[in-house]
């Protein structure tokens, strides 16, 4: 009989203290893979759990109601509490084992596995590291309390898509985002797709080329990893025919989606000649005009691009360094791509005059966003700005730590954060100079005029 490990994903709708948390609903796909090459290279069976919800007890039950060999468990820094709770019932029963994907999640095994609860970290990547821990298990040979990937994958003249001998992700569609319950900002064109069912996470590289000094995912690879534009294109026509009843939108989670300039041209080319396939991405600035003209036609209707702050000298310096964001924006108006901005606020020491001139820059910016995302900034495990805090200026709980709250010492309160946030992203939907940023998008690009029109109905 199969060994089985016990994925536990510890996401929820709701944390402590009642945010919304929008992991839920989406597929965690970096488990999902590592759960997959587990089965395929460990020869272990793999129960994913994902019971959205607080109680342990519950959690507990739901563990104990199969086989358990090794309890997996691979929060973020707001749910390790929940992790190291549930870790605690099962310590002495089962190895433990912390970590297996996420950025950052080194920095947190390694203390967990300090506080005692972790047998087992999972340091990085864990495609190649966790079956060979389970088979080490197994064989009654695990001696090493860390377990990091032994193969570096890099891209080579021979093997310039390395990630392609990765199993697809072992999916499971009650975990995919189900646009009936939880719709995206913006629904594809009809001419796309007119009742799309699920929006299915499709990872088309791992690692980042970006070195943002907020941000970690430069932590799973220091340099972007491809998928082969063929096997990513593949997957997608599967993914498709298996779970796209009535059509699917497709959410290609690259870090950086044009770091690559070639493999986009070529993915673009793929998806165009085997589909449209309707599509969100997440690129820089450092797009050109016929990079769009290629996204366009692949069906790619929704670009969401991390602004960050109104003023280019802070992103230089907070090292977003590539690409000029008006002549991105300006280029996926022109092909008929919706975009959305992420701006974030709440930077430490921030007072209220440097948060009104923050919104005076924001609105003095030449060019518009379709969509305007306001985060605030928080201290990630592993981030160069986490490792430059001192005590006292993250004044947020742990098990609060999303972007969803402010996280450092400022001069405004939770309140008055919150409620800039929504005064800024109201006002800036609906002034003027935004209606007739619609109004213009929708005359040049009359297959936009559902998405947007729905979109606005739901800013009401």
Known sequence: MKKVAVFLDTGLTQIAGGTHQSRIGREE?????????????????VRYI???????????????????????????????WLADAVAKRFKRQVPIIYGGYHAGIGTMSELTRAEGLADFVIAGR????????????????????????????QTSSDDPYPLDALPWPKRDETLMQD?????????????????????????????????CNFCTSWMISPRSLHRSPKAVVDEMVWLNETYGSGGAVFHIINPL????????????DEMARRGPFPTVCMPDFRLDEEMVRAMKQAGIYLCMMGLEFADSKTRNRRGKRV?????????????GIITRAFFMLGRLGMTEYDLEAEILALERLPFRADQLRINFETPFPGSVTAKHCR??????????????????????????????RERIVRDYHRSERQRQHYERKIRNHPELEFPIRDFLSRLE
């Open 126 to 153: 864990g495609d190649e590291a966790l079956p060979r821990l389970l088979q080490d298990l197994a064989d009654g040979t695990a001696e090493n309390a860390v377990y990091r990937n032994k193969s570096r994958a």
């Open 391 to 420: 005590p006292g200026d993250i004044i947020l709980a742990e098990q609060l730590m999303t972007t969803e709250h402010p996280a450092f010492r400022t001069d405004l309160s939770e309140a008055e954060w919150q409620e800039a």
């Open 323 to 335: 690409g000029d964001p008006e002549t991105a924006y300006g280029l996926c108006d022109e092909a």
């Open 257 to 268: 989606f044009n770091a690559d300039r070639n493999w986009v041209m070529s993915l673009c």
């Open 50 to 80: 994902r019971p959205n919800t607080q109680d342990v007890d519950q959690i507990e039950r739901e563990i104990g109601n199969g086989r358990c060999d090794a309890l997996v468990l691979f929060p973020y820094t707001c749910t390790k």
């Open 179 to 211: 646009l009936r319950v939880e719709p995206l900002p913006f629904l594809p064109p009809q001419n796309l797709v007119r009742d799309p069912k699920h929006c299915i996470i499709v990872a088309g590289s791992l690692g980042c080329d970006g070195r």
């Open 29 to 45: 796909i970096g488990a999902l893979l590592v759960a997959a090459c587990v089965e395929r290279d460990a020869g272990w069976e």
